[in-house]
């Protein structure tokens, strides 16, 4: 099993319809984060949370709101699709490995399209 | 806060060429950077990550160097092979690991 599991993987939703993102991860990370990819933009910070009481706004957080459940648990909901929310979006998890932090783990990514 | 930017955005290089992609960052607060290669369809993978107390890392046919008085930091492929396309991504951070801050991406085709 991935280390870090999203779901789903595809999603074709219509404009004004709330969905929801999920991303569990088995790493035992703390650090739990959601990105958003665009063609040329490279990764934009959406949300992030360093624990289950935690939760921060990254530099595009408008029109998207987070819920951490556990540790392991931490969704993406956009409460009101709109079509310039069409994007690849990962979730990623970091923290503290063999007494050393490192890099971000990755999911594989949900493509969403808003029609 | 961090700005992180990327170059080239696109590289194209025979097989068996080698390839390079600098990143500059701006924070001299970043202590740790990380690169990612993401193929078609998949996450981006960490494949390699130096940190601010050494000047250059090597894993097989991967380098990387890091040159903090002028900020900037390179990716170096050589022996370049066709699973290499991918996009790569150079992110920076600090000792923190609060936030990592990523590069646009360069695309890289190898062409057999």
């Known amino acids: 099993d991935a280390d870090v599991t999203q779901t789903p993987r595809n999603r074709i939703t219509k404009t004004g319809k709330r969905i929801m993102l999920e991303c569990s991860q088995t790493?035992?990370?703390?650090?739990m984060y959601w990105y958003r990819q665009d063609p040329g933009l490279g990764l934009r910070l959406i949300y992030y949370?360093?624990?289950?009481?935690?939760?921060n706004k990254g530099e595009i957080s408008d029109g998207y709101s987070v819920s951490r459940q556990a540790q392991a648990k931490f969704s993406l909901s956009l409460e009101s699709a709109i079509p310039n929310q069409t994007a690849l979006y990962f979730c990623?998890?970091?923290?503290?490995?063999?007494?050393?932090?490192?890099?971000?783990?990755f999911g594989s990514g949900t493509r969403l399209t808003v029609v | 806060g961090e700005n992180v930017e990327q170059h080239p955005s696109t590289l194209s290089v025979q097989e068996g060429d080698s390839a390079v992609i600098k990143c500059t960052y701006s924070?001299?607060?970043?202590?740790?950077f990380p690169w990612y290669k993401q193929e078609l369809g998949k996450g981006p993978q960490l494949i390699i990550d130096?940190?601010?107390?050494?000047g250059e890392k090597k894993d097989q046919r991967i380098a990387v160097t890091l040159n903090k008085t002028a900020k900037h930091f390179s990716l170096h492929i050589t022996e370049t092979q066709p699973e290499d396309s991918a996009v790569y991504f150079c992110?920076?951070?600090?000792?923190?690991?609060?936030?990592?801050?990523f590069g646009s991406g360069t695309k890289l085709n190898v062409k057999p």
């Open positions: 990623a998890t970091s923290g503290n490995d063999r007494g050393r932090n490192y890099g971000y783990t």
């Open positions: 790493k035992g990370h703390d650090r």
């Open positions: 949370s360093f624990d289950v009481k935690d939760i």
């Open positions: 924070d001299s607060a970043s202590n740790y």
């Open positions: 130096i940190r601010s107390n050494v």
């Open positions: 992110a920076a951070t600090d000792y923190n690991f609060n936030k990592f801050y």
